[in-house]
């Protein structure tokens, strides 16, 4: 949506002029999948796609929100934050605002308009974007003055304490502290990170939504949380650990016969991915595409096989993408079970890919998959209108 057509929703809605714009970014993974709650180290970067909030403030003591394409308005008393949990749309804002509350920094009453246009259920963090953007919102309106990295935490703690989804810190991390053109290496247990430049050269990322219907991704992904925490505690009966991503391959090895079934399994991946991260950044800094491409198709290979997490539809995905002759990998990201894949693809090759890829897709799935132009992004920005 264009920026004057948004002022103008905004007006029709809240019959006044928007001061603000706050906006924050969704996300892309380039490997690091499922290790985040494991301690382990992820490589995501902010996306073009973003959660756009047009905002005013009014000063008195309720919050009303407003979203592109869905009717009626939402209203948040900010006396009452702790009520809106069963909300199925503005229960992360409201997350936002309770905890943000709970800081002892007052919610001043505002007027909202979300214009997001992070696909929802899409694995590319359209959640994170709006936590983020709201929470700065909110943070700026209350005249103080915030820490994107705190921004990113309070953001993740509304998204598990309050929406009750049990995630990492990735997918905020990046919205919140994106840089453009470079993807952040984060230590999910230290909250260490570096920015490492995203140069492809004659490649670029293709990123592919394989619309597959959202359900009961949130149920499944606590499911894996809770495998790779058994995991963790058999292995502390033998090794001093404290994250399951400290444990090296060759000591997995050896104490693999600890674990068994689905436990063995999640584990395996962690570890493994965990691995693969650093030898991908490597290859990255060394201009080595074709080995970030391998390492690419691993991880999707062990999310399909060992942590079970794709499914029929991201697997022909990402199966069709690695049959083209320009593309040097694909791999599903974020939590899976649906959402997007990303593939490294030559840019000439860019506009064959789509249409072969699409056509191949659609032939064997009965539904269309979406391509999206995609560019990395900072993840949060502010301007006045
Ligand atoms: C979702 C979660 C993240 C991360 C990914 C998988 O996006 O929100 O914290 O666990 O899945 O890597």
Same mark, same amino acid.
Do not use: W
């Given at each position: 949506?264009?920026?004057?057509?948004?002022?103008?929703?905004?007006?029709?809605?809240?019959?006044?002029?928007?001061?603000?714009?706050?906006?924050?970014?969704?996300?892309?993974?380039?490997?690091?999948?499922?290790?985040?709650?494991?301690?382990?180290?992820? /490589?995501?970067?902010?996306?073009?796609?973003?959660?756009?909030?047009?905002?005013?403030?009014?000063?008195?003591?309720?919050?009303?929100?407003?979203?592109?394409?869905?009717?009626?308005?939402?209203?948040?008393?900010?006396?009452?934050?702790?009520?809106?949990?069963?909300?199925?749309?503005?229960?992360?804002?409201?997350?936002?605002?309770?905890?943000?509350?709970?800081?002892?920094?007052?919610?001043?009453?505002?007027?909202?308009?979300?214009?997001?246009?992070?696909?929802?259920?899409?694995?590319?963090?359209?959640?994170?974007?709006?936590?983020?953007?709201?929470?700065?919102?909110?943070?700026?309106?209350?005249?103080?003055?915030?820490?994107?990295?705190?921004?990113?935490?309070?953001?993740?703690?509304?998204?598990?304490?309050?929406?009750?989804?049990?995630?990492?810190?990735?997918?905020?991390?990046?919205?919140?502290?994106?840089?453009?053109?470079?993807?952040?290496?984060?230590?999910?247990?230290?909250?260490?990170?570096?920015?490492?430049?995203?140069?492809?050269?004659?490649?670029?990322?293709?990123?592919?939504?394989?619309?597959?219907?959202?359900?009961?991704?949130?149920?499944?992904?606590?499911?894996?949380?809770?495998?790779?925490?058994?995991?963790?505690?058999?292995?502390?009966?033998?090794?001093?650990?404290?994250?399951?991503?400290?444990?090296?391959?060759?000591?997995?090895?050896?104490?693999?016969?600890?674990?068994?079934?689905?436990?063995?399994?999640?584990?395996?991946?962690?570890?493994?991915?965990?691995?693969?991260?650093?030898?991908?950044?490597?290859?990255?800094?060394?201009?080595?595409?074709?080995?970030?491409?391998?390492?690419?198709?691993?991880?999707?290979?062990?999310?399909?096989?060992?942590?079970?997490?794709?499914?029929?539809?991201?697997?022909?995905?990402?199966?069709?993408?690695?049959?083209?002759?320009?593309?040097?990998?694909?791999?599903?990201?974020?939590?899976?079970?649906?959402?997007?894949?990303?593939?490294?693809?030559?840019?000439?090759?860019?506009?064959? /890919?789509?249409?072969?890829?699409?056509?191949?897709?659609?032939?064997?799935?009965?539904?269309?998959?979406?391509?999206?132009?995609?560019?990395?992004?900072?993840?949060?920005?502010?301007?006045?209108?």
């Amino acid at each position: 949506m264009e920026k004057k057509e948004a002022i103008k929703s905004f007006e029709e809605l809240f019959g006044a002029t928007p001061t603000d714009l706050f906006t924050a970014a969704g996300r892309i993974n380039v490997i690091g999948e499922h290790v985040d709650y494991c301690g382990g180290k992820v /490589f995501p970067a902010a996306l073009n796609l973003r959660c756009n909030v047009y905002a005013r403030k009014r000063g008195d003591s309720t919050v009303r929100m407003a979203f592109r394409g869905i009717d009626g308005i939402v209203e948040l008393d900010t006396s009452k934050l702790d009520s809106y949990r069963g909300l199925k749309i503005g229960n992360y804002q409201a997350g936002v605002a309770y905890f943000i509350q709970q800081e002892g920094v007052e919610i001043v009453g505002c007027d909202l308009f979300y214009d997001c246009t992070v696909p929802f259920g899409s694995g590319l963090s359209s959640s994170a974007a709006i936590e983020v953007a709201t929470a700065v919102a909110f943070y700026e309106y209350a005249g103080v003055t915030y820490d994107k990295v705190k921004v990113a935490l309070l953001a993740q703690r509304a998204e598990n304490q309050y929406a009750g989804v049990n995630c990492g810190i990735m997918d905020q991390f990046a919205s919140a502290m994106g840089k453009k053109d470079h993807a952040v290496l984060l230590n999910c247990s230290t909250l260490d990170y570096e920015y490492v430049p995203l140069q492809l050269g004659e490649y670029c990322l293709v990123v592919a939504n394989c619309n597959k219907p959202h359900n009961l991704v949130e149920s499944k992904y606590n499911v894996r949380r809770q495998e790779v925490e058994t995991a963790l505690k058999l292995i502390q009966q033998k090794l001093p650990v404290e994250h399951l991503a400290e444990v090296t391959p060759k000591q997995f090895a050896e104490i693999k016969y600890l674990l068994s079934g689905v436990v063995a399994k999640r584990a395996e991946h962690v570890v493994m991915e965990c691995d693969r991260v650093n030898k991908a950044v490597e290859a990255l800094k060394a201009g080595d595409l074709g080995e970030l491409g391998r390492l690419l198709n691993e991880s999707h290979e062990s999310l399909r096989d060992l942590y079970e997490v794709t499914g029929k539809e991201l697997d022909t995905l990402s199966g069709l993408a690695r049959k083209e002759a320009g593309c040097l990998g694909s791999r599903m990201i974020g939590a899976g079970f649906g959402g997007c894949t990303i593939s490294i693809v030559r840019k000439t090759a860019v506009e064959g /890919f789509i249409r072969r890829v699409g056509k191949a897709y659609q032939d064997s799935i009965g539904y269309k998959a979406s391509f999206y132009e995609t560019s990395i992004e900072d993840g949060i920005t502010v301007e006045k209108l």
